[in-house]
């Protein structure tokens, strides 16, 4: 049996997507979840890709529980680290594609500018080290045909997240209190599937360069700011978002302060890099409201 695109980690928030739109652009996929794949097992992984013969993999599949990770950080590993090098041998040996998924967790967050694909990396946690050392292994095993997408700020229909959270507050409480010290680039799953897409079919064709890309929203803000511009399209009072510092949630795993990053490597390969999230917030709010309701129903 031959496919083109096999997605590991498929029925997560973001494997999700990638599927459905591989699916409206007509190609054939085959999503395998965390019950049909453990990317940890590396026989399990040789077997897969053995039997399926991508073109293409996808890893969704990932370890994301970043303050567990402080704690469990060998089954992190497992997980971010060794899962990803299973994937990229199996692919060096048929001739795949791998695109890597990886975080902005890999950088100090303490930059001033955003963080171009090849600046320095310094994982302050556990998660980042686990998620860095994902990368490494693709990259070794893969040096012409491994893609490393790094992504920050995930929101999307179908998992925990941010804007999900802010969503069901606002219908409990008065005011809320958001931290205003940290930024970054909420960035929608759907939009970054597409790039994700776009990546693999610009990989296949020759056209896209292997290495790391950043696969964020444009433009920037806080979290305060996101939670801002959810009560203002909820029609609430961006008001009730109150601003706080990150010392008063204080979290077992360290958060960047900084987590912009730069999207330089998309136009190599042709590609227009993800619009930017105010703008992509607003698109996607439709959907996110009818997930919401129909989970609590």
């Given at each position: 049996?031959?496919?083109?695109?096999l997605?590991?980690g498929?029925?997560?928030?973001?494997?999700?997507?990638?599927?459905?739109?591989l699916?409206?652009?007509?190609?054939?996929?085959?999503?395998l979840a965390?019950g049909?794949?453990?990317i940890?097992?590396?026989?399990?992984?040789?077997?897969?890709?053995?039997?399926h013969?991508?073109?293409i993999?996808?890893n969704?599949a990932?370890?994301?529980a970043?303050?567990?990770a402080?704690?469990?950080?060998?089954?992190?590993?497992r997980v971010n680290?060794?899962g990803?090098?299973?994937l990229?041998?199996?692919?060096?040996?048929?001739?795949?594609?791998?695109?890597?998924?990886?975080t902005?967790?890999?950088?100090?967050?303490d930059?001033?500018?955003p963080?171009?694909?090849?600046?320095?990396?310094?994982?302050r946690?556990?998660?980042?080290?686990?998620?860095?050392?994902?990368?490494?292994?693709?990259?070794?095993?893969?040096?012409?045909?491994g893609?490393?997408?790094?992504?920050?700020?995930?929101?999307?229909?179908?998992?925990r997240?941010?804007?999900?959270?802010?969503?069901?507050?606002?219908?409990?409480?008065?005011?809320?209190?958001?931290?205003?010290?940290?930024?970054?680039q909420?960035?929608?799953?759907?939009?970054?599937?597409?790039?994700?897409v776009?990546?693999?079919q610009?990989?296949?064709?020759?056209?896209?360069?292997?290495?790391?890309?950043?696969?964020?929203?444009?433009?920037?803000?806080?979290?305060f700011?996101?939670a801002?511009?959810?009560?203002?399209?909820?029609g609430?009072?961006?008001?009730r978002?109150?601003?706080?510092?990150?010392?008063?949630?204080?979290r077992?795993?360290p958060?960047?302060?900084?987590?912009?990053?730069?999207?330089d490597r998309?136009?190599?390969?042709?590609?227009e890099?993800?619009?930017?999230w105010?703008?992509?917030?607003?698109a996607?709010?439709?959907?996110?409201?009818?997930?919401?309701r129909?989970?609590?129903r």
């Open positions: 049996m031959t496919t083109t695109w997605i590991t498929a029925t997560g928030m973001l494997g999700q997507d990638v599927q459905a739109r699916g409206r652009h007509g190609e054939e996929v085959v999503g965390r049909s794949l453990d940890t097992d590396a026989a399990a992984v040789h077997d897969a890709v053995d039997a013969r991508p073109r993999v996808v969704c990932a370890w994301t970043v303050d567990d402080e704690t469990g950080e060998a089954d992190a590993l680290g060794d990803p090098r299973h990229a041998e199996a692919c060096a040996r048929t001739g795949a594609r791998l695109i890597q998924l990886s902005d967790y890999v950088f100090a967050g930059g001033t500018s963080y171009p694909e090849d600046a320095p990396t310094a994982p946690g556990a998660y980042g080290r686990t998620k860095l050392a994902g990368e490494q292994a693709v990259s070794a095993a893969l040096p012409e045909a893609y490393v997408v790094r992504t920050a700020w995930l929101y999307g229909v179908g998992g997240n941010f804007v999900d959270t802010m969503i069901r507050l606002e219908s409990v409480k008065d005011t809320v209190d958001v931290v205003d010290d940290q930024r970054g909420p960035t929608w799953t759907v939009d970054l599937a597409d790039r994700l776009r990546l693999g610009a990989a296949l064709a020759g056209a896209a360069p292997a290495g790391v890309y950043h696969g964020t929203s444009g433009g920037e803000t806080t979290w700011g996101l801002r511009e959810i009560f203002r399209l909820l609430a009072d961006p008001g978002v109150r601003p706080t510092t990150s010392t008063a949630f204080e077992p795993a958060r960047p302060a900084y987590s912009v990053l730069g999207h998309w136009r190599q390969a042709g590609i890099p993800i619009r930017p105010r703008e992509a917030l607003e996607a709010f439709p959907a996110l409201l009818d997930d919401k129909g989970s609590s």
